[in-house]
């Protein structure tokens, strides 16, 4: 795919991520955007991503700015680095898609980057930006990691997590080592797990069936009250429970929201409806998939009411506190981007506080429960063209969903969402940063959640394949 901006900032195949073409980018940034007194440029572990930094950092001193080199870090860690500075910084990474492809995150000093700076980014590009007379420094990060993780720590104590045994599966992820060091911080002890030299895109939406079944395996055989584990840079949570079994990031988010104390919540159309039913949250609010939507109602419900206790989480588990909230120990400072780490921990506390296991914390939610997966390689117009034929043609939106009878609810806030007369939901989407279409599903039960997902999966390989 031709490098572009989909829902997480630049992505596009390696051999096209040219010198020329990242230079260009990081100078439209630059150019277009604030940057306070330095540029701050992290990198996951894909094979690709320490040369590609390199040219970020030579294009940030040929720009006459400062480039703060912080090395390979977490997304939430290199942004919380950044924006504690008042600057700004880019990650180098493809998050959870394959290692043949790369990309750039960029954040501005108060956060992720807007659409709006998509839009003005886009509109530097090839423009010419003379070479600053003198190059600006290159100087290393300082305690990035250490900072990162005394975030939690502080706001939830030496001992939130006593007694526990966690697994920790350690793959390729960049925070890998940061996991174990954290949860141990707080008074866990950590098995890590199936470290990697060999990149792996884990894609925390998505967990394949042999990944789901080894996490069962390692609760047995290590006796685990959990397995933690991220993405490939770190703004995606995934844990299980001590069988096992995958807690969904919607789930992870609401749990987080509610221990925290959060009021308003901001999350896609597609995240659990759950939430609908639990009565500490005072409102939800609809996005668009992708940080940037949820990040802008976030901002709105702060515009409405400076001290609105919102929050934001998707359903791949990132998540972003939009207050100062009150830990167990400590104040836990706001993070506009996703994390991957305060919604790891703050379950885990929650059920440690409610002397319960994960599983009987996650029984007490209503009853209703989401699946998710992709059929990969699909061109999106491909994808984008048979959705909205759907959409708009009755009579084929009635022939493909033929187990069912007419929709209810038709949404379109993001792809297609259809609610049935029986309340299940099934969720079309292409995706925003790879060559995929998604399916979501939602019922009242994981199982059919799941078979409603094979089955239009295979109905979309059919038709796009």
């Known amino acids: 795919m031709a490098p572009k901006f989909g829902t997480s900032g630049l992505r ?3 051999t096209e991520l040219t010198d020329a073409l990242v230079t260009d980018y990081t100078r439209a940034f630059i150019s277009a955007c604030p940057q306070g007194e330095a540029v701050h440029v992290g990198w996951d572990l894909r094979p690709s ?5 390199e040219t970020v950092i030579a294009a940030i001193r040929a720009a006459g700015l400062t480039a703060i080199r912080e090395g390979a870090l977490p997304t939430p860690a290199l942004a919380l680095a950044s924006m504690g500075a008042g600057n700004s910084a880019i990650m180098v990474t493809g998050s959870h898609i394959p290692a043949d492809r790369n990309g750039l995150k960029f954040y501005v000093p108060h956060g992720e980057i807007a659409k709006a700076d998509e839009a003005a980014i886009l509109d530097r590009l090839g423009q010419d930006h003379p070479a600053a007379e003198k190059p600006g420094p290159e100087i290393p990060g300082t305690d990035s990691a250490a900072r990162y993780i005394a975030r939690y ?4 104590g030496v001992e939130a997590l006593d007694g526990l045994r966690i697994g920790v599966y350690q793959h390729s992820s960049v925070a890998r080592d940061i996991l174990v060091t954290a949860v141990e911080a707080m008074g866990a002890t950590a098995v890590p797990l199936a470290r990697s030299d060999v990149f792996i895109p884990v894609d925390t939406e998505a967990v394949d069936p042999e990944t789901r079944k080894t996490l069962q395996g390692w609760c047995t055989e290590h006796g685990l009250d959990a397995v933690i584990s991220t993405d490939g840079d770190a703004d995606r949570p995934m844990l299980s429970d001590e069988t096992g079994t995958l807690i969904p990031g919607d789930v992870l988010g609401a749990l987080t929201a509610r221990l925290l104390g959060a009021k308003i919540l901001c999350t896609p159309v597609s ?7 639990m009565p500490e949250f005072d409102s939800i609010h609809r996005t668009k998939i992708g940080s940037p ?3 802008a109602a976030m901002e709105a419900a702060r515009d409405a009411d400076p001290t609105a206790k919102v929050v934001g989480y998707e359903p791949n588990g990132g998540f972003l506190l939009g207050f100062t909230a009150t830990g167990p120990a400590g104040p836990i400072a706001p993070l506009a981007t996703r994390d991957c780490l305060l919604p790891i921990v703050a379950p885990l506390v929650a059920a440690k506080q409610a002397s319960t296991a994960l599983s009987g914390l996650v029984a007490q ?5 989401t699946a998710a997966d992709r059929v990969a390689e699909v061109p999106t117009d491909r994808s984008r063209a048979f959705i909205d034929r759907l959409a708009d043609d009755p009579a084929a939106r009635a022939e493909f969903f033929s187990n069912f009878g007419p929709a209810e609810q038709i949404n379109r806030t993001d792809g297609l969402r259809l609610t049935f007369p029986s309340g299940e939901i099934v969720h079309l989407r292409p995706s925003g940063n790879a060559p995929e279409c998604r399916c979501y599903a939602e019922a009242a039960t994981p199982e059919r959640a799941q078979t409603l997902v094979a089955r239009y999966l295979a109905a979309l390989r059919t038709e796009l394949t």
Do not use: Y
């Open 271 to 277: 995240a659990n409806t759950m939430v609908d039913a």
């Open 12 to 14: 596009g195949l390696v």
């Open 153 to 156: 720590v502080d706001g939830f």
């Open 49 to 53: 991503s320490p040369a590609i930094a």
């Open 293 to 295: 939507f949820v990040i």
């Open 365 to 369: 939610l209503p009853a209703r429960f």
